[in-house]
């Protein structure tokens, strides 16, 4: 079972855990918004050291604010960056006012 | 997926790297054990060779040509591409739509995923630390270096490929191209609009 969905307000965990890890330093401890869930995928921390990567996990694509991301982007406001986060990685957030 | 050749690149100082030392090791025992043959390991690497940013050009003029086809194509960028024929292989694709309003843009921060299955390898410059950790954070900036200048007004979607679904963009349909075939239209789709560094060419 899914724990967002998408339009929910959600934060990456801010965690430096050794290991493979496919969330980018630049984007923990950010807030941003579900954009869709993806579906149920094996846990790539779990399938580097050769198991099986089970139980799956939700991967939603969450959108991020560039100037959330980056607070001194150069660029418009309305730009954003969209990054794939695994569901262990997200929590709740407030919705950005 | 590593980028194969026939003659492995040598490493700093001559030899192998650490790396290509390690995937001769692992290619030779699955060999060894039978799990793999070399005429299979040679044959995978010609079909990767051979894939190319034709195939994507391909499924953009059908999208603009075909509303059906193209909200299918939103929808399931897999399901919509194997209906036309083209092997997906392991890839989840998800197609971004770029506009008048939005431009859309993908890297791989953490290594070099790219929709290899319908752009074939992707450029060197791609997988550079420049590129990946520039367009994440300044896209218009790097935009500009491939002089593709865009006003405030349009919203810059940076996409970053970081675990299982690859991303390829469908770049807006260039103006004047009303009365233009598919065929046609395919010459315009260059591999750089759908990585989303370009736009599409205008006839």
């Not at chain 2, 074939?120 to 791609?126: F, I, K, R, S, V």
């Not at chain 2, 300044?138 to 405030?152: I, K, N, S, W, Y």
Request: net charge negative.
């Amino acid at each position: 079972m899914a724990r967002f969905a998408a339009g929910d307000a959600v934060a990456v965990r801010r965690a430096h855990p050794p290991g493979h890890l496919r969330t980018p330093y630049y984007i923990r401890g950010k807030a941003g918004v579900v954009e869709r869930l993806l579906g149920e995928f094996a846990n790539p921390e779990e399938l580097a050291f050769g198991r099986d990567g089970l139980p799956l996990r939700p991967l939603y694509r969450v959108r991020f604010a560039q100037r959330e991301v980056w607070p001194d982007y150069a660029g418009a406001g309305a730009d954003t960056v969209d990054v794939e986060i695994y569901e262990h990685w997200l929590e709740p957030a407030r919705k950005a006012g | 997926m590593t980028d194969h050749n026939h003659a492995p690149p040598r490493g700093p100082n001559g030899g192998l790297s650490h790396y290509q030392t390690m995937e001769l090791a692992v290619s030779e025992l699955l060999i060894e054990k039978g799990l793999f043959s070399e005429q299979k390991l040679q044959g995978e690497i010609a079909a990767m060779d051979a894939r190319s940013p034709e195939t994507g050009a391909r499924v953009v003029a059908l999208a603009w040509s075909d509303a059906a086809f193209k909200a299918r194509l939103l929808d399931d960028g897999t399901a919509a591409c194997e209906s036309i024929g083209i092997d997906m292989g392991p890839t989840r694709l998800v197609v971004v739509e770029s506009s008048a309003a939005i431009h859309n843009v993908i890297v791989c921060t953490l290594c070099s995923c790219y929709p290899r299955m319908l752009l074939g390898l992707p450029p060197d410059w791609y997988k550079t630390a420049n590129y990946r950790s520039r367009v994440v954070r300044e896209p218009r900036a790097v935009l500009r270096e491939f002089g593709t200048e865009l006003p405030d007004d349009v919203v810059v979607r940076v996409h970053d490929n970081t675990a299982d679904m690859r991303y390829m963009v469908l770049p807006a349909r260039p103006k004047g191209t009303e009365s233009m075939d598919r065929e046609a239209l395919a010459k315009l789709v260059t591999r750089d609009s759908m990585i989303g560094v370009g736009l599409a060419m205008t006839p």
